[in-house]
């Protein structure tokens, strides 16, 4: 009996061994999200110092198999159907409002937008959406805003945001020197800057922004006040900016020295943002609790 046959007899184990598609309660979707890993080989164009992919244990796969991704995230949005997936841990601990299938996001171990099959996968997830009527359940993409601009991307995004599409974007710095200290990518800043408007001039973004504790300090003023400049610049030339995620770190990472930044810390973050850029929404979530 192949495993994805034993997964329709027993969902409730076996997706813990699926290779590609994975569910979660997620803070930032405020509900159930079903991650697609496009990038099983741990591989990523940016080296973030706060990562939590473990990249120290070998990938199990490295290749993209489309037919199964498509079936494991099919048993996926069955047990989220049925409910069944509320009745093993971790999930029989969500709040009643987390219980919801929110969005199928393009997330995982690297940048979803670097596998070529990248628009291919978005189509055959949008037409799975479709043929079972989730007009409700989004598709997120959680990207490094690095490949944005690449033709197969764009035609992956038109896909995308015709099917209930949200697109967030990183970006962790304002300084070409700060990005490069925490984000350590071969990507100039100015391309990710340059992909950020070309994308928010075509349809809303939502930013998603990290800052943390690194080596021992957080953000500088003059970095806060150059992050707001950027924003600022995308929205004067007529970029559509939803919000802004400002987030920490959350989990463990294998750098040691990339912290949380405390409670008070990154609500002084929000406090500068929001006095900067008054009528877009700031969302905040902070660090693990101990951390408080
Ligand atoms: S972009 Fe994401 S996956 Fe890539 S290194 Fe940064 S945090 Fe990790």
Not at 37 to 62: A, G, H, Q, S
Request: with cysteine; hydrophobic share 35%.
């Amino acid at each position: 009996m192949s495993d994805l046959i034993k997964a329709h007899l027993d969902h409730r184990r076996l997706w813990r061994k699926f290779d590609y598609c994975y569910p979660v309660i997620s803070r930032r979707s405020r509900g159930l999200s079903l991650g697609v890993n496009l990038n099983p080989d741990k591989i990523c164009n940016f080296d973030c110092v706060y990562c939590e992919v473990d990249r120290l244990t070998p990938p199990r796969r490295k290749d993209l198999d489309l037919d199964q991704l498509e079936r494991e995230l099919a048993v996926l949005l069955d047990v989220a159907d049925s409910g069944e997936i509320y009745e093993v841990p971790p999930f029989d601990s969500a709040q009643p409002e987390q219980r919801r299938l929110n969005d199928i996001a393009f997330s995982g171990d690297g940048e979803p937008t670097t596998a070529r099959e990248f628009p291919e996968v978005v189509a055959r997830i949008a037409r799975l959406k479709d043929q079972r009527g989730l007009d409700e359940v989004k598709l997120v993409l959680i990207t490094d805003s690095s490949r944005l601009e690449a033709p197969e991307v764009v035609k992956g995004l038109e896909t995308l945001m015709a099917h209930q599409g949200e697109i967030w974007a990183k970006l962790d710095a304002g300084t070409e020197g700060y990005y490069q200290s925490i984000c350590r990518s071969q990507v100039p800043f100015q391309r990710i800057l340059d992909n950020l408007l070309a994308t928010a001039r075509r349809w809303p973004i939502v930013l998603q922004t990290l800052f943390l504790d690194w080596r021992g300090q957080g953000p500088s003023e003059s970095e806060l006040e150059a992050y707001c400049d950027r924003v600022e610049h995308l929205r004067n030339q007529g970029g559509l900016l939803q919000a802004i995620q400002l987030y920490t770190v959350a989990r463990p990472t294998p750098e040691p020295e990339a912290r949380p930044l405390r409670r008070l810390e990154l609500d002084a973050v929000a406090a500068c943002l929001r006095s900067r850029l008054a009528d877009l929404p700031v969302e905040v979530y902070y660090g693990p609790e101990e951390w408080a």
